[in-house]
């Protein structure tokens, strides 16, 4: 199988990480000593060291690759992990998400490496509807007998929820990503800077007619116990604390 690297972006919140990273240890990786994880840690969370993080990743992983953020920033945190990795395929993942069942990344590299503009293949947080074509807010999918939903246009389909990534892809966006706008945000239309590379690519989401949620957002209700919250700027780069 191809190398894959795992890159994530955290904050200081080790309970949360063990979860996440034990679900990619049981459900993605079939051997966690030939993946390597490369993790952002931006100093906001619990009241804990960042090298209590470092030691849950440790834990999971023997080849480690970490940094600890002078100060929190998304973009910056995105941009590093990515810059560090070397593999020709990256598992993308927040530290605050759920694998719910298997996933077979050998299926995932096989239909990245038989479709050649297809950039990446999302993990679905929905229950997917049993239509082989339907509609989300943003565009029609349809269904690929091959294992996949394709999206039918290149505006807002690509996401930092849990995602296996082209290297390629990610070489040709890290060099254009900006430090002031969210990450998710830069692979939109209304980023003019962007348009032209996420207008050659298509996007996948990995799942079939009628299957259930791949992936758990788990870190909301840790927010929603803090506080720490989202800035209505419509800029969002970091979690604040409440004034």
């Not at 007619?209 to 788990?218: F, M, N, S, V």
Request: charged share 30%; with cysteine; hydrophobic share 35%.
């Amino acid at each position: 199988m191809d190398r894959v690297d795992i890159t994530m972006t955290a904050m200081l919140r080790p309970s949360i990480l063990k979860r996440t990273l034990s679900g990619i240890v049981k459900y993605v990786v079939d051997d966690p000593n030939r993946f390597r994880l490369i993790i952002n840690i931006d100093p906001l969370g619990d009241k804990v060291k960042p090298k209590k993080v470092v030691n849950v990743a440790k834990k999971y992983f023997n080849n480690v690759i970490y940094n600890v953020a002078n100060e929190p920033s998304f973009p910056k945190a995105v941009k590093w992990v990515w810059k560090n990795s070397t593999a020709p395929y990256v598992f993308h993942c927040e530290d605050d998400w759920m694998i719910n069942r298997k996933i077979n990344i050998k299926d995932m590299i096989k239909i990245l490496n038989e479709h050649k503009l297809l950039s990446s293949l999302r993990l679905y947080k929905e229950r997917t509807p049993k239509a082989k074509r339907f509609k989300t807010f943003s565009c029609t999918w349809r269904y690929n007998e091959k294992g996949f939903y394709i999206a039918k246009d290149w505006r807002r389909q690509f996401g930092l929820n849990p995602i296996l990534i082209k290297k390629e892809f990610i070489d040709e966006a890290v060099e254009l990503m900006v430090d002031n706008v969210n990450p998710e945000k830069q692979f939109r239309s209304s980023q003019r800077y962007m348009v032209p590379l996420i207008k050659k690519w298509r996007y996948g989401i990995y799942t079939k007619p009628g299957a259930p949620p791949l992936i758990t957002d788990i870190g909301r209700r840790w927010i929603n116990n803090t506080d720490y919250i989202k800035p209505r700027t419509g800029k969002f780069l970091t979690w604040t604390k409440k004034q």
